[in-house]
């Protein structure tokens, strides 16, 4: 269905870090590690729990500053793919604090973005430094609802553009 | 830092559409402009109930009313739907931030060891 068409929707990072495999593999998978790079300036991360198996579930929260007070955003997802300090699989979509996915519309758009998205690390052990690709993609193409926000967006957008509003 | 700023945006943005309600308004809104009783009209909510929704879409900058008559109808604003249709880039600047703090945490972990338990 929305097979190969999710190039557009992936950002894909490749970075070297000067430590093993390993230790990188602990940045991802023991919530101490995890909670100390995650959020990038002014988010934190006070809540991550992982039960990194393949099926196993994760939960994480992060907690910004907004205009309008502090804000939490959690996330739920699983593990799909733990090949350890070589690959790691997992989704993520927006959650309640206990991790039930926010239920999908009942009306009008398809999923939204807090829609599922994939994150896949893989790291590659350069003479005790680690190459780390990450690929953040939109919504799989096997799971349910891969139709999308992103395209429902896009269309959207086209449709907003024709109408000339602006 | 304009990561920073990207990161509140968007949080921003996807609370607010973190509601099928909201979502919905946007949908109607894809058709054409609406003043809030015509937005009110398939949902059954109060008018004071979808004013809130409808502010919190001109907060993340996804709404914008107009100042025409008394009706002020709500129109997309598609400039922000762009950015969020291409979500991807922009979790890219998000992204760089997080592994930039991996590596200063990594070279911290490193020192620590170094430096046994000694904690400046």
Redesign the interface.
Same mark, same amino acid.
């Given at each position: 269905m929305a097979d190969g068409n999710v190039s557009r929707d992936a950002v894909v990072i490749e970075r070297s870090f000067d430590a093993p495999p390993d230790l990188i593999w602990q940045m991802w998978t023991e919530p101490e590690h995890f909670k100390a790079w995650y959020g990038p300036d002014g988010a934190t991360v006070p809540v991550a729990k992982m039960d990194v198996r393949v099926g196993g579930s994760r939960l994480v929260c992060m907690e910004m500053d907004t205009p309008g007070g502090p804000v939490q955003m959690w996330f739920a997802g699983e593990y799909r793919e733990v090949v350890e300090n070589e690959r790691l699989v997992y989704t993520e979509s927006a959650s309640d604090e206990n991790g039930n996915v926010l239920p999908p519309p009942d009306m009008g758009m398809p999923d939204g973005h807090p829609a599922t998205t994939q994150v896949a690390v893989e790291l590659q052990d350069l003479d005790g430094r680690t190459k780390m690709v990450m690929t953040h993609s939109g919504i799989p193409a096997d799971s349910p609802g891969a139709a999308g926000w992103a395209m429902a967006l896009s269309k959207l957008a086209a449709r907003v553009e024709a109408q000339g509003i602006r | &830092?304009t *990561? !920073?700023i990207d990161?509140?945006r968007l +949080? =921003?943005t *996807?609370?607010a559409?973190?509601s +099928?309600t909201r979502? %919905?308004?946007? $949908?109607?809104l #894809? =058709?054409?402009?609406a003043n809030v009783n015509e937005l009110a009209e398939?949902f059954d909510l109060t008018l004071p109930a979808i004013s809130k929704h409808i502010k919190v879409l001109q907060?993340a900058g996804l709404v914008v009313r107009g100042q025409r008559a008394q009706y002020r109808p709500c $129109?997309?604003?598609?400039?922000r739907?762009?950015e969020? +249709? #291409?979500?991807?880039?922009q979790?890219?600047p !998000?992204? =760089? %931030?997080? *592994?930039d703090? &991996?590596?200063?945490?990594? &070279?911290q972990?490193?020192s620590q060891r170094k430096t046994g338990e000694h904690d400046g």
């Open positions: - | &830092m *990561f !920073v990161e509140d +949080s =921003e *996807f609370a559409l973190a +099928s979502r %919905a308004i946007l $949908a109607r #894809a =058709e054409g402009e398939p907060r $129109a997309l604003d598609p400039a739907l762009e969020i +249709s #291409a979500w991807a880039e979790y890219r !998000v992204w =760089e %931030a997080r *592994f703090q &991996m590596d200063g945490y990594l &070279m972990l490193r």
